[in-house]
């Protein structure tokens, strides 16, 4: 996130804060309103769980073990190939570099 991003996320969060502390209702509210944030949590755990739950039923189902050995094995030839390649143009380099001696 860029530096804007953050402070226009900070203005907005300030500005709702202080609107929130300006709006102060009678002192019946303040006692229902741990009764209504303890629901509102509970709620929230409950559609995290059930998010969460459903990720990782996902991430089972598309879990593949042969696409995953393929990944690794592409991997390790692709870094070995990476890798000499590398070598032969540093020593083409080397050889343009210092010429004929």
Do not use: C, N
């Given at each position: 996130?860029?530096?804007?991003?953050?402070?226009?996320?900070?203005?907005?969060?300030?500005?709702?804060?202080?609107g929130v502390q300006g709006?102060?209702?009678?002192?019946?509210?303040?006692?229902?309103?741990?009764?209504?944030?303890?629901?509102?949590?509970?709620?929230?755990?409950?559609?995290?769980?059930?998010?969460?739950?459903?990720?990782?039923?996902?991430?089972?189902?598309?879990?593949?073990?042969?696409?995953?050995?393929?990944?690794?094995?592409?991997?390790?030839?692709?870094?070995?190939?990476?890798?000499?390649?590398?070598?032969?143009?540093?020593?083409?380099?080397?050889?343009?570099?210092?010429?004929?001696?």
């Amino acid at each position: 996130m860029g530096t804007r991003h953050l402070l226009a996320l900070f203005l907005v969060l300030l500005v709702l804060g202080s609107g929130v502390q300006g709006t102060h209702g009678p002192e019946e509210d303040e006692a229902a309103s741990p009764a209504l944030l303890a629901q509102m949590q509970e709620s929230l755990y409950g559609y995290w769980d059930t998010a969460k739950a459903a990720a990782q039923g996902l991430y089972k189902k598309t879990y593949l073990t042969t696409v995953d050995e393929k990944i690794r094995d592409m991997y390790s030839k692709g870094t070995a190939a990476v890798t000499i390649y590398a070598g032969i143009l540093t020593d083409q380099l080397f050889s343009m570099l210092k010429g004929d001696q």
